[in-house]
C-alpha cells in the first residue's frame, strides 16, 4: 500500500483531467497505486493568499489534517496545490502566533492536526522514492529522437528551493531522459507563464506564453513537457490566440510529463488521455514512429 | 498649466507603514533592502508595471502608503517567486507583494473594473461556502463581476473546445462535510482582527 494519499485539487477534476488520467496509471504500474484524499476541499491557490492568509492556512489545514488521519503523506501533481498545502504547512509549524490559532480552530471543527504530513510533488516522488534506476527497468517503448522542452513554470521550484534548484533545474529533464527522450536546452523552463493573467489581462498573459512557446520552437522542440495544470492550460489553449496576436506560428504540443512517461511505459496510449489534447499531435507520432499505432 | 507637486513631504508619509506590512507578510527584514534591483531585473511583469518591485520596497520601508497600494504592480506580480529567492537581502518579497494586495482589498483602494482582485475574490469564496473552485462557475462569476460580457462572449469557443474534450464541466463541485468546513470558516472568522 502507499504511503500518499492523492490531492487532485480542482484543476486535476477539470481542465487537466489528462493529468490525472496519466499520473494514475504511472503510479499503479509503478506499484504505488494512489488513493484520491477523501472529501479534500480546494487549497485557494494564489487566490486566498491575496484575499486572506490566515482562512488560507486555515483550509489548507483541513486537507492535512485528512491526510494526517488516513496515515498518509501528500502527493500534490499541481504546482499551485503543491506549493499551497506546503506553505501553509510549514506556517502552522512555524511562530507566528496565528498559528497556534488555527491549530485550535482545526480541532473547533473536529480535524485536529499535528503536524505530520509530508507534502511532495510526483516528480520529487519518482526521483527520491522509485528512482532512475528502476524507472529505466520498466521502460518499455523508449521516446527515441523525440525533441522534448521540459518546463517547470514558477512554483515547483519556488520558494521552496530543496527539491530542485530555482533557475536550472534538472529533474524533469532527467526523467525524460529516463525515458528516452532528448530534451533540449530550454532557457525559458522557469520563467512565468503568467497563471491567471490570460484570463484577467489578455495581452500580458499571451506575451508571456509566446515566450515560452517561441523559446521552446527555437531550441527544435517537439512537444513541451508540463508539471502543472495552469503552465499547460495556458500554453495549449492561448496558442490559438497567439498566432493570430503575433503572426508566428508557434504552434506545439503541450503534454503533461505522466503522459509521455507513460506511455515510455508501455502504457496504452488510449489510457494516457491523448484524445483531449486540442491541439494536433500528429507530428508527434510521426516522430516517435509507426503512426502512433502503439 | 497647473504647477503640482511631484514629491510627497513627510507629512504626507505613513510611519507606522512599515511595521504594519512587517506583520502582515511575516517579513521582518524589509528594512535591509540594499535598492539593488535584483528584484525589478528578474521580474518577468516589470515591463508591465507601472512601479518596478524595487521601488515598491522602498515605497514600503518609507511610508508610501498611498503609492504602493494604489500601484498596478502588486496586481500584476503572479507569484513566480522569481525576486524572493534570488534577493540578496533574503527578503520575501513575493510574501511582501501578497500582504499589499490584502491590505488594498481591505483599505478598498485597488483599481476599479481590475479583474484580478475580482478574481481572488470570488475563489475565495466559492472555497469557503463550497469547499471547491468549480471552473466554469468562476469564470463566469469573473466575467459578470467586472461587466464584461463582450470578454466572456469571446471565450464562447474556448468553452466548447474544452466541452468537447471533456475538460470542462457544469457540475457545481462541493465538498461532503459542509458543516465541518462551516465551523472552520467561523472558528477562524471568530477572534480574527
Known amino acids: 500500500m502507499s504511503r500518499y494519499a492523492y490531492y487532485p485539487g480542482c484543476s486535476l477534476k477539470g481542465n487537466a483531467r489528462p493529468y490525472e488520467e496519466s499520473i494514475l496509471p504511472v503510479f499503479r504500474e509503478i506499484g504505488l497505486p494512489l488513493e484520491e484524499l477523501d472529501d479534500?476541499?480546494?487549497?485557494?491557490?494564489?487566490?486566498?493568499?491575496?484575499?486572506?492568509?490566515?482562512?488560507?492556512?486555515?483550509?489548507?489545514?483541513?486537507?492535512?489534517?485528512?491526510?494526517?488521519?488516513?496515515?498518509?503523506?501528500?502527493?500534490?501533481?499541481?504546482?499551485?496545490?503543491?506549493?499551497?498545502?506546503?506553505?501553509?504547512?510549514?506556517?502552522?509549524?512555524?511562530?507566528?502566533?496565528?498559528?497556534?490559532?488555527?491549530?485550535?480552530?482545526?480541532?473547533?471543527?473536529?480535524?485536529?492536526?499535528?503536524?505530520?504530513?509530508?507534502?511532495?510533488?510526483?516528480?520529487?516522488?519518482?526521483?527520491?522514492?522509485?528512482?532512475?534506476?528502476?524507472?529505466?527497468?520498466?521502460?518499455?517503448?523508449?521516446?527515441?529522437?523525440?525533441?522534448?522542452?521540459?518546463y517547470y513554470g514558477c512554483q515547483l521550484v519556488r520558494p521552496f528551493t530543496d527539491f530542485d534548484d530555482p533557475d536550472h533545474p534538472t529533474s524533469l529533464d532527467d526523467l525524460l531522459a529516463v525515458a528516452g527522450a532528448q530534451p533540449v536546452a530550454y532557457a525559458a523552463k522557469t520563467r512565468c507563464c503568467g497563471g491567471s493573467l490570460t484570463g484577467t489581462i489578455e495581452e500580458v498573459g499571451l506575451r508571456l506564453n509566446y515566450i515560452l512557446l517561441k523559446e521552446a520552437k527555437r531550441r527544435g522542440a517537439d512537444c513541451i513537457a508540463t508539471i502543472c495544470p495552469l503552465c499547460q492550460f495556458n500554453l495549449e489553449f492561448a496558442q490559438g490566440k497567439i498566432v493570430k496576436a503575433y503572426g508566428d506560428d508557434v504552434r506545439l504540443p503541450v503534454l503533461y510529463f505522466s503522459q509521455l512517461l507513460g506511455l515510455a511505459m508501455g502504457i496504452d496510449k488510449k489510457e494516457l488521455s491523448f484524445s483531449r489534447s486540442i491541439i494536433p499531435l500528429k507530428s508527434l507520432w510521426a516522430k516517435l514512429g509507426n503512426g502512433g499505432a502503439r | 498649466m497647473k504647477i503640482t507637486r511631484k514629491v510627497a513631504y513627510e507629512e504626507d508619509l505613513d510611519p507606522g507603514f512599515l511595521d504594519e506590512i512587517e506583520q502582515a507578510s511575516g517579513c521582518r527584514d524589509i528594512e535591509s533592502c540594499i535598492?539593488?534591483?535584483?528584484?525589478?531585473?528578474?521580474?518577468?511583469?516589470?515591463?508591465?508595471?507601472?512601479?518596478?518591485?524595487?521601488?515598491?520596497?522602498?515605497?514600503?520601508?518609507?511610508?508610501?502608503?498611498?503609492?504602493?497600494?494604489?500601484?498596478?504592480?502588486?496586481?500584476?506580480?503572479?507569484?513566480?517567486?522569481?525576486?524572493?529567492?534570488?534577493?540578496?537581502?533574503?527578503?520575501?518579497?513575493?510574501?511582501?507583494?501578497?500582504?499589499?494586495?490584502?491590505?488594498?482589498?481591505?483599505?478598498?483602494?485597488?483599481?476599479?473594473?481590475?479583474?484580478?482582485?475580482?478574481?481572488?475574490?470570488?475563489?475565495?469564496?466559492?472555497?469557503?461556502?463550497?469547499?471547491?473552485?468549480?471552473?466554469?462557475?468562476?469564470?463566469?462569476?469573473?466575467?459578470?463581476?467586472?461587466?464584461?460580457?463582450?470578454?466572456?462572449?469571446?471565450?464562447?469557443?474556448?468553452?466548447?473546445?474544452?466541452?468537447?474534450?471533456?475538460?470542462?464541466?457544469?457540475?457545481?463541485?462541493?465538498?461532503?462535510?459542509?458543516?465541518?468546513?462551516?465551523?472552520?470558516?467561523?472558528?477562524?472568522?471568530?477572534?480574527?482582527?
Not at chain 1, 493568499?49 to 496515515?71: C, H, I, P, Q, Y
Not at chain 2, 485597488?110 to 475563489?123: F, G, H, N, S, T
Open chain 2, 35 to 193: 535598492q539593488c534591483g535584483t528584484c525589478s531585473s528578474s521580474c518577468p511583469m516589470s515591463v508591465y508595471m507601472d512601479v518596478p518591485p524595487r521601488k515598491i520596497m522602498a515605497m514600503v520601508k518609507n511610508g508610501f502608503k498611498d503609492d504602493a497600494l494604489r500601484s498596478f504592480t502588486i496586481w500584476l506580480c503572479s507569484s513566480c517567486y522569481t525576486c524572493q529567492v534570488r534577493c540578496p537581502s533574503k527578503i520575501k518579497i513575493t510574501d511582501v507583494m501578497y500582504s499589499l494586495k490584502r491590505k488594498a482589498i481591505q483599505e478598498k483602494v485597488y483599481p476599479a473594473k481590475l479583474a484580478i482582485p475580482v478574481l481572488d475574490r470570488e475563489m475565495t469564496r466559492l472555497i469557503s461556502a463550497h469547499g471547491r473552485s468549480s471552473e466554469l462557475w468562476l469564470l463566469l462569476s469573473l466575467y459578470l463581476k467586472t461587466r464584461r460580457p463582450w470578454a466572456m462572449l469571446k471565450m464562447a469557443p474556448l468553452g466548447l473546445k474544452l466541452m468537447k474534450t471533456g475538460r470542462m464541466s457544469l457540475r457545481r463541485e462541493s465538498v461532503k462535510d459542509k458543516p465541518q468546513l462551516r465551523s472552520l470558516v467561523k472558528a477562524v472568522k471568530e477572534g480574527a482582527r
Open chain 1, 40 to 150: 479534500w476541499n480546494c487549497c485557494g491557490a494564489t487566490a486566498y493568499f491575496s484575499v486572506d492568509d490566515t482562512m488560507a492556512a486555515a483550509v489548507s489545514g483541513r486537507n492535512l489534517s485528512l491526510a494526517e488521519r488516513a496515515n498518509r503523506d501528500i502527493i500534490a501533481p499541481c504546482a499551485g496545490c503543491y506549493l499551497t498545502l506546503r506553505k501553509s504547512n510549514e506556517f502552522l509549524a512555524g511562530r507566528d502566533p496565528r498559528a497556534a490559532k488555527i491549530l485550535a480552530d482545526l480541532k473547533t471543527a473536529g480535524c485536529e492536526y499535528h503536524g505530520t504530513v509530508t507534502v511532495k510533488h510526483p516528480l520529487q516522488v519518482l526521483r527520491d522514492d522509485v528512482g532512475s534506476t528502476k524507472l529505466k527497468s520498466m521502460i518499455r517503448r523508449p521516446l527515441s529522437g523525440l525533441r522534448v522542452a521540459s
